[in-house]
């Protein structure tokens, strides 16, 4: 038994659909998807979400100033699409789809996967209707990097993990803290406030712990997530955003941008 100071792992082994199906009767759960310019792979992933019918109660697509298909084909597929007025970024595209919906259980995915799980959703719900007192669930996975079998993920291993190991006992056994699969209570979301842009990711699994304790959050394997590879180029300032998100958490002055 992991201590309540750590985070809890869901083995591969301990997943049962028809479990997780009887656990959920009686809860609603709602999907919401930020995209941006997914119009290629928006409709896999949606359509992984809708694999198990009446499983999820809500499916949202947040459209966030696309130049492509991407809203038209979310719709297509059968999502509810709202589109992103006020800012730009990921965390505005969460909040926007929280505001839409009262699910019990909020799960939320990135619209760039190339091989979505059908049971992703379920998998992730899982801790959340066993236990009360998990509040955050949080996915991993292995992550290819070009033709190689490993190697993606890097500024989740070169910048958040390493700075939540040193600042926050616990988080630095979160293997993916800048997953975009997650699965919240909406009572949590509620007691919080999302993080703008590329940041909430670390900000949401950060207030989470500070808040309700790392052993609030449980993380379940999804097995090998593809999705496409960004330049280094692109990488720097995304990992700038987490390091500023996590010392600002912990109360670090940094000095003034120039």
Known sequence: MKS?????????????LATVWDLRRGHAIAVVIPAQNEATTI??????????EGFVDHIIVVDDHSRDDTASVAARHGARVLPLRDGTGKGEALAAGVAAIDAEIVVFLDGDVLNPGVDYVARMVQPLLERPDVHLVKGYYERPLLDMPRGGGRVNELTARPILSLLYSGLGDIRQPLA???????ETLDALTLESAYGVEIALLIDVAQKFGVGSLAQVDLGVRRHRNRPLEELRPMATEV???????????LPARG
Do not use: N, S, Y
């Not at 309540?4 to 049962?16: E, G, I, R, S, Y």
């Not at 896999?44 to 979400?49: C, S, T, Y």
């Not at 975009?180 to 909406?186: L, S």
């Not at 390091?243 to 002055?253: E, I, M």
């Open 4 to 16: 309540v100071d750590a985070p809890w792992t869901l083995a591969d082994v301990d997943f049962d």
């Open 43 to 52: 409709g896999g992933v949606i359509d992984a979400v809708a694999h198990h």
């Open 180 to 186: 975009g699969e997650t699965a919240i209570r909406h």
């Open 243 to 253: 390091l500023k998100v996590a010392l600002d958490r912990f109360h670090v002055d």
